[in-house]
């Protein structure tokens, strides 16, 4: 896919990941301790495209902070920022002045691995001017419902269906491949949808847009309960990622410098500890756990299927269990955190409180 560029969609509030996404914008949420857009460009990366253009948004300085130039990741990354949020279809006509041919769009909320090649080569081989990548799921009402004819050819595009308008289980997975001259199709400078409006139009004008199913691996981050799934997959190697924990293999684990670990306490693979935490006498820690740099987990603490931002302490004694903490929490010795609960920036968990998730 030499030459081609992709813009990839990083604008939305992230809403339905608060309390987490107040501070930190959901592009760079961490995954296994990398900000979740090094998955997708490690993915573009694979397949040869190294221009890549963030449309940005909600707190774009922070996402640049943490994103830089790409040359981290060995990509060339630019911003396309907006000063009020233009929509999915807008947010790519504002990036598009950086665009020069062909073009991959992607949600920034979206972990796959999709053959990228294997799309573009269908894309090709069709003559398409649009080529979406598209997954069965069991509930489409929470997607982008596409019908296909039998030549593969996209016949209809409803977004956030209800059930009753529920005809197919393909969706759209949030990955476009465009020619360039579509662009000019998206009205400049105002608010644009490229579900509602951008999608539709293509159809109405007869453009030749096919949908691409395939079995890749696929998931949308954007909710608590499928960001936490996303950290169970990679640990349990649901998906293949050219991107790899960082720090050294320890047992069934990974572990960053600066960590220790006390003789006695056991960590149960699969897990991941960042840098500089320290796992005292007797604690249990996995399996499907993640902790990020400077955390404590004190002494006979026990923590499973569990995330862990940075800068978290958990007191000794503690049981959490499948639930996230964002960064410089303290739990207290003996308290209990029971499958399903968030915790934001800085929460405060005092010793022997029970936690368990609301509605
Ligand atoms: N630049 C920019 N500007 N980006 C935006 C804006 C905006 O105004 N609004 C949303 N985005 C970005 C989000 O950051 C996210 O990466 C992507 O666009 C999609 O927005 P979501 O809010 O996550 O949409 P969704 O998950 O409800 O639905 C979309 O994704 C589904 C697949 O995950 C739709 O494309 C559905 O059709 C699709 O099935
Ligand atoms: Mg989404």
């Known amino acids: ?35 979740f857009l090094h998955y997708q460009l490690a993915l573009l990366a694979a397949h040869e495209v190294r221009d ?5 948004s909600h707190l774009p300085e922070t996402i640049r902070a943490v994103m830089g130039d790409g040359s981290a990741l060995g990509v060339r990354l630019r911003y396309a920022v907006e000063d009020e949020p233009l929509g999915t279809a807008g947010g ?29 080569a269908a894309h090709e081989a069709r003559r398409a001017r649009a080529t979406i990548y598209l997954t069965p799921v069991e509930n489409p009402t929470a997607y982008g419902l596409v019908e296909l004819d039998p030549e593969g050819r ?11 308008e529920v005809t197919a289980n393909t969706v759209n997975a949030g990955v476009y491949i465009l020619e360039r ?35 890749a691996y696929w998931l949308d981050i954007g909710t608590t309960e499928k960001y936490l799934q996303a950290h169970r997959d990679l640990l349990e ?12 293999a320890l047992g069934e684990g990974w572990v960053e410098p600066g960590t220790s670990i006390a003789e006695s306490a056991r960590l149960v693979g699969p ?13 249990r820690v996995g399996p499907a756990v993640v902790l990020g740099a ?21 007191g000794a004694g503690a049981r959490l269990s499948g639930c996230l903490v964002a960064r410089d929490c303290r739990i207290g010795a003996h308290a209990r955190l029971t499958p399903g609960v968030v915790l934001g920036e800085g929460s405060v968990v005092t010793e022997h409180s029970r936690v368990a998730p609301g509605p």
């Open 52 to 56: 890549v253009i963030l449309s940005v």
């Open 294 to 314: 400077g955390c404590v987990v004190g002494a006979g603490a026990h923590l499973e299927g569990a995330v862990l931002w940075e800068s978290v302490s958990v």
């Open 1 to 35: 896919m030499k030459g081609l560029q992709a813009v990839i969609l990083a604008g939305g509030f992230g809403t339905r990941l608060r309390p987490l996404t107040l501070h930190r914008p959901k592009p760079v949420v961490p995954l296994l301790n990398h900000p």
């Open 237 to 248: 190697g649901r998906l293949r990622s050219p991107l790899r924990p960082r720090g050294r």
């Open 181 to 215: 001259e579509l662009l000019e199709l998206v009205p400049k400078g105002r608010p644009y949808s490229m579900e509602r409006e951008f999608f539709p139009d293509l159809l109405a004008r007869g453009v030749p847009f096919f949908g691409h199913v395939d079995p």
């Open 92 to 120: 790519v006509r504002n990036a598009a002045d950086l665009v020069e041919g062909r073009v991959v769009v992607l949600n920034g909320d979206v972990l796959t691995d999709l053959d990228l090649s294997r799309m573009l």
């Open 271 to 283: 897990v991941v500890l960042g840098a500089g935490c320290r796992v005292e006498a007797e604690a």
């Open 154 to 164: 996209v016949r209809r595009f409803l977004e956030k269906p209800g059930w009753d």
